[in-house]
């Protein structure tokens, strides 16, 4: 072998043994809120399949119901994307007396593997809840689709309606103040930034009635208008 390939042989199992290569059999693990894992499969069941199986999930959602089978084992249907009845089953393996501390509307994470789409139907096989918390839930009114925030301020409450997220870009619509005419506001993301329909960006800053929305949002506690 000439000193060129010795060299070229030597580089390569330096750089080998510098890349850490994942072990054999080591399960990935991922986080994902109940409304986009439901999103992501009323676009593409088979593209979501490939995304989420042979994963362990922490998968966070709002509580709609809380359950038992005949046989004893409890489920926690968790809200998906859209109305009332669009659900995620959470088959629970977990202790039942600590998921009957759980409450319809709670906010909770769950540790999971994905069971797929059947009959309309996308279910969990879960563990454990990871934690569970009351809030945000900032809202004090809910009425038609609308969700009102009441300013700290002034007592006021200010109304908004959720249109959904659609290629990422989550929509709302604001009728705060009584303004008689909507103004429409878009975020991506963590949505620390917002953009409005005349064009303008801005910063969500904390503490105030727009952030307690967009945690409600980004939370799964809205449902969508339409």
């Not at 390569?12 to 439901?38: C, F, K, Y």
């Not at 084992?73 to 759980?102: E, V, W």
């Amino acid at each position: 072998m000439s000193k060129l390939a010795m060299r070229i042989a030597g580089l390569a199992l330096l750089v080998l043994g510098q890349t850490q290569m994942p072990a054999i059999g080591q399960v990935q693990s991922m986080s994902v809120l109940a409304g986009q894992m439901a999103l992501d499969y009323s676009r593409n069941a088979l593209d979501a399949d490939v995304k989420y199986n042979g994963k362990t999930l922490r998968v966070a959602g709002v509580v709609m119901r809380i359950g038992k089978y005949n046989d004893g084992q409890p489920f926690i249907m968790l809200l998906g994307t859209k109305t009332d009845d669009d659900f995620i089953r959470a088959n629970m393996k977990s202790n039942y007396q600590s998921i009957s501390k759980i409450k319809k509307f709670d906010k909770i994470t769950l540790a999971c593997t994905n069971k797929g789409k059947s009959s309309g139907e996308l279910t969990l096989e879960c563990t454990d809840v990871i934690y569970e918390y009351a809030g945000p839930h900032h809202y004090s009114i809910e009425r038609n689709g609308l969700y009102g925030y009441t300013s700290q301020g002034t007592g006021e409450v200010v109304f908004f309606q959720y249109n959904g997220v659609e290629n990422g870009r989550h929509t709302l619509v604001s009728f705060s103040y009584g303004m008689t005419h909507a103004t429409f506001l878009f975020c991506k993301e963590d949505c620390r930034f917002v953009d409005t329909s005349d064009g303008q960006t801005f910063q969500v800053q904390k503490g105030t009635i727009l952030e307690g929305v967009i945690s409600d949002m980004l939370a799964g506690a809205l449902r969508t208008s339409r």
